[in-house]
């Protein structure tokens, strides 16, 4: 686990984990707690099937949250100023998004789109998208995960314009609870020339909002 810092970008300080704690249980602790949850399935953690399955799960939620141990300051510190006079859009189209909802910690799954409007830096497009993943890499809401991208690139670019668009589908909709397994739920978050200029910004939702079917 990352040390509390004084930077409130770092990963300890931001919203979707203001509230974890600092220390993890041990990983013979969380394998414990996955059989609690096997049996409070109605399965038996000891039948032959299942008697690797903790060890899996939790390796899985290493995965499944690795964003906790990635910094977005650290991620877009690298920045290269010759542009060449580029200012204009670079948009990063329907990049796959994999994330977990912080109510039922289950899968999100989707697209996001971004864009920036380089002022004098831009930024490797490979960290564009790896941005995406320190964020979806925690328990997330997509309104959150939404903002805190687009928030990431505002401040530590310092661009002309962001928009972030994510289309996406919630498991604890369309597998559970209300079931509407079609409903697709779509954020946006602009800043700069793309929240005051409607024609950057219909440009960019026509670029955007095509994003493929989820599956
Ligand atoms: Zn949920």
């Excluded at 314009?161 to 079609?182: L, N, P, W, Y």
Aim: charged fraction near 25%; glycine fraction near 4%; hydrophobic fraction near 40%.
């Amino acid at each position: 686990m990352r040390k509390p810092s004084a930077n409130p970008t770092s990963p300890v300080m931001t919203a979707a984990n203001e509230n974890a704690p600092l220390a993890r249980p041990s990983k013979l602790e969380a394998m414990e707690a996955v059989k609690t949850l096997i049996r409070w399935a109605g399965d038996d953690p000891m039948r032959e099937g299942m008697l690797d399955t903790p060890k899996r799960v939790v390796e899985a939620y290493r995965e499944f949250f690795a964003g906790y141990e990635d910094d977005p300051a650290e991620l877009l510190a690298r920045t290269f100023e010759d542009v060449a006079g580029y200012d204009e859009m670079v948009l990063l189209r329907n990049m796959r998004l994999e994330s977990h909802c912080e109510h039922h910690m289950v899968p999100i799954l989707g697209y996001a789109t971004i864009a920036y409007i380089p002022a004098e830096k831009v930024v490797g497009i490979s960290k564009i998208a790896r941005l995406v993943d320190v964020f979806a890499k925690r328990l997330q809401t997509q309104e959150i995960l939404t903002m805190q991208i687009a928030d990431a690139i505002e401040e530590h670019l310092k661009p002309k314009g962001v928009a972030v668009f994510i289309d996406a589908k919630h498991q604890c909709m369309t597998t559970r609870g209300v079931h509407k397994s079609e409903t697709g739920t779509i954020t946006t978050r602009f800043h700069g020339l793309f929240k005051s200029s409607e024609a950057m910004r219909r440009e960019f939702m026509m670029l955007a909002s095509s994003s493929p079917e989820v599956r």
